[in-house]
């Protein structure tokens, strides 16, 4: 029996109906209580470091030559093979291992250890039937009993509620009951983890990662440095996609990932740490320009640089991707800041958005995959002739220093303001974007960093 032109009417413009719900979700859910105007002030804040940086950088070019310091030409590459060839270098490369060993323990012991457990504000009475008060207590939650908590536990029956969005087609929806349930068992959660002794962190958190990470790097890099032999077609494709495409997407994935799956304010912080390091490495660049190792290999130790030397995309040029190499040449070629090799920025990018993906994501396997993508983009820049080992161990101490600073000073201030508000039940300020597209839907825990 075929369908009745109604039904088969409404199965046509059931898509366009969910796409629309869907659409009108994400922009009200965006706008998160703000109006429209606000938004794109907040969005300019949010990213004003890395509009700096990339303003600086623009316009390098624009400084006299006349006042700019001299370039180093062999410098970079003499103090490289002091501190990891252990055939010229042995003492130079134990040297090395000694002090980034050393300091790595010791930041881990100074800035990486629980100081204090943070405080939270405790709730004194909700139900679903009443409104929700906050204690005028300023004892901190551990100070209380957990029994006070579970007992007073069950969420307003609306708090997820939003006047402007309505049910999503295509995805099962909660009832009251359920969403209720399923807040009070995430609660229960958050009250768990805050009485452990280290206090309240996100799931699965690698705050261990950064002095890992420092402690580790001589090996890795002189692993990546070893497999940057032989040269092969596989190897150019491989390190072009990492060095051109990878050094783009992944802070911006990384980026997108902070918007929709974790706290309000994790983004902010990413960006401005992002942005600040940036910031750093490119005036390093203008204070004191570093010969990459291209230019050795085209004119030796001995070459004479000078501010009106083109830029080279050196083994870039060597992709069969015809047009795409093509645009990244003279790109390179035009390049306002030629001898900006040391710190490399590439590495500070890549090992930033792996300090906030250890520190942040409850998967591992996302973890693991920016360690990967670490680990690769060192070496696609050693075998791309871009950058010595000194250049990229130093785009990684820019990334610590920044990346430690903002974990001490403002890190766990987020997590206490969004822990704060799940525990009020405060719906806009303790949900993610994710959460807030799907509030009320059976999705709405994949995007709940506490679920």
């Known amino acids: 029996m075929a369908p009745s032109p109604r039904r088969l009417m409404v199965a046509l413009l059931a898509p366009l109906v969910f796409l629309y719900h869907l659409l009108s979700r994400i922009f009200w859910s965006g706008l998160n209580d703000r109006n429209v105007l606000t938004l794109p002030l907040n969005f300019g804040i949010?990213?004003?470091?890395?509009?700096?940086?990339l303003l600086i950088f623009k316009n390098a070019g624009l400084i006299p030559k006349n006042i700019r310091p001299p370039i180093h030409v062999a410098l970079a590459h003499h103090l490289d093979t002091f501190m990891f060839s252990?055939?010229?270098?042995?003492?130079?490369c134990l040297l090395t291992l000694a002090l980034t060993t050393a300091f790595a323990w010791w930041i881990n012991l100074r800035w990486y250890q629980p100081q204090q457990k943070p405080s939270f504000t405790p709730l004194s009475s909700c139900s679903a039937d009443s409104d929700l008060e906050m204690s005028s207590l300023d004892g901190s939650i551990e100070d209380s009993p957990k029994d006070f908590y579970q007992e007073n536990i069950t969420a307003p029956a609306d708090f997820q509620d939003h006047p402007r969005i309505g049910s999503l087609e295509f995805i099962p929806a909660m009832s009251q009951f359920e969403v209720s349930e399923n807040t009070a068992t995430i609660n229960k959660k958050i009250l768990q983890s805050i009485s452990s002794p280290s206090g309240y962190r996100p799931y699965n958190c690698w705050v261990w990662v950064p002095p890992a990470l420092l402690a580790s790097s001589w090996w890795l890099l002189n692993f990546d440095h070893w497999m940057s032999q032989p040269i092969t077609v596989p190897k150019d494709m491989v390190s072009w996609f990492s060095y051109v495409i990878g050094h783009f997407c992944v802070p911006l994935f990384t980026a997108i990932w902070l918007y929709v799956f974790h706290a309000p304010g994790a983004l902010r912080l990413f960006s401005f740490a992002l942005g600040a390091q940036n910031i750093a490495g490119v005036i390093t660049h203008?204070?004191?320009p570093n010969a990459p190792p291209w230019f050795i290999t085209l004119n030796g130790d001995n070459g004479v640089a000078s501010y009106d030397t083109e830029g080279y995309a050196a083994g870039l040029i060597r992709a069969p991707f015809g047009t795409g190499t093509h645009l990244v040449t003279q790109?390179?070629?035009?390049s306002p800041i030629v001898f900006g090799a040391l710190p490399s920025l590439h590495s500070a990018m890549a090992v930033m958005c792996f300090f906030f993906v250890a520190y942040y994501s409850r998967w591992t396997i996302a973890?693991?995959?920016l360690f990967f993508f670490v680990v690769l983009q060192w070496w696609a820049t050693i075998y791309l002739d871009h950058h010595w080992r000194l250049d990229l161990?130093?785009?990684?101490?820019y990334a610590l220093a920044l990346f430690t600073v903002f974990f001490r000073w403002r890190m766990h201030r987020v997590d206490e303001d969004f822990?704060?508000?799940r525990l009020r039940y405060d719906?806009?300020?303790?949900?993610?974007?994710?959460?807030?597209?799907?509030?009320?839907?059976k999705l709405q825990n994949f995007f709940d960093p506490l679920s």
């Open 419 to 421: 822990i704060n508000a």
């Open 331 to 334: 790109g390179f070629h035009k």
């Open 86 to 92: 252990v055939i010229k270098s042995p003492l130079g």
């Open 46 to 53: 949010n990213f004003s470091p890395v509009f700096v940086w």
């Open 393 to 397: 161990i130093a785009g990684m101490l």
């Open 367 to 369: 973890k693991l995959g």
């Open 286 to 288: 203008l204070l004191f």
């Open 427 to 441: 719906f806009v300020n303790g949900s993610t974007m994710g959460m807030r597209v799907f509030r009320n839907t």
